[in-house]
């Protein structure tokens, strides 16, 4: 299951946010975005967890909880629409 990360500290590095996971399962991937031009982190990243049921009780137990003093909402990454490539006229 793939899981939506936000209010993260800008501060917390992907590797820190797997740790804040891994207590609750096995974590496949976990990444906090960062800006393209700046390289510092957006505030938001994904982790991936491939137990179902282990995600959702890592949703459940850390949605709305302290990570580096700073109040994390955790839930289901949606699916996001596909973007038509090439060039418009």
């Not at 939506?4 to 992907?14: E, N, T």
């Not at 207590?23 to 938001?44: I, L, P, Q």
């Not at 459940?60 to 990570?67: F, G, H, M, N, R």
């Amino acid at each position: 299951m793939n899981i939506f990360v936000s209010g993260l500290s800008y501060s917390l590095s992907s590797d820190e946010l797997r740790d804040v996971f891994t207590s609750h399962g096995e974590v496949s991937s976990a990444k906090v975005v960062t800006d393209r031009e700046t390289g510092r982190s957006r505030g938001f990243g994904f982790v991936e967890m491939p137990n179902d049921d282990e995600a959702r009780n890592a949703i459940d137990s850390l949605d709305q909880s302290e990570v580096k003093g700073r109040k994390i909402n955790v839930k289901e990454a949606e699916e996001r629409p596909r973007r038509e490539g090439g060039f418009r006229r």
